[in-house]
Nanobody, 119 residues
Framework: QVHLVESGGGLVQAGGSLRLSCAAS????????MGWYRQAPGKERELVAV???????NYLDFVKGRFTISRGNAKNTVFLQMNNLKPEDTAVYYC?????????????WGQGTQVTVSS
């Protein structure tokens, strides 16, 4: 089985910073694209930032210039540095991982971590 575990959410004032971490584990050959999605109350889940195994990144326009996604050297960890947070960034943030194993490819999600930005 593949597991993704997030950490680092919390409550912060507008303009503050948070760093989210996600550690993936499981019997796989590799973790390919990894990233972060978020879901605010009453809204659909949306892509925040993703990063390929080769380091290519893609960001939601609203977070460009404020958030930075990166991966650890072991390639099974992914981080999201969030600066200049805005109340509109309040949501549950989910780690995402696409992987390859002897069974083929698959996708998994973490359990989510709450980020709340107060004005």
């Amino acid at each position: 089985q593949v597991h993704l575990v997030e950490s680092g959410g919390g409550l912060v004032q507008a303009g503050g910073s948070l760093r989210l971490s996600c550690a993936a584990s499981g019997t796989v050959f590799s973790f390919n694209t990894m990233g972060w999605y978020r879901q605010a109350p009453g809204k659909e889940r949306e892509l925040v930032a993703v990063i390929s195994s080769g380091g290519v990144t893609n960001y939601l326009d609203f977070v460009k210039g404020r958030f930075t996604i990166s991966r650890g050297n072991a390639k099974n960890t992914v981080f999201l540095q969030m600066n200049n947070l805005k109340p509109e960034d309040t949501a549950v943030y989910y780690c995402y991982g696409n992987w390859t194993s002897g069974r083929g490819t698959g996708d998994n999600w973490g359990q989510g971590t709450q980020v709340t930005v107060s004005s």
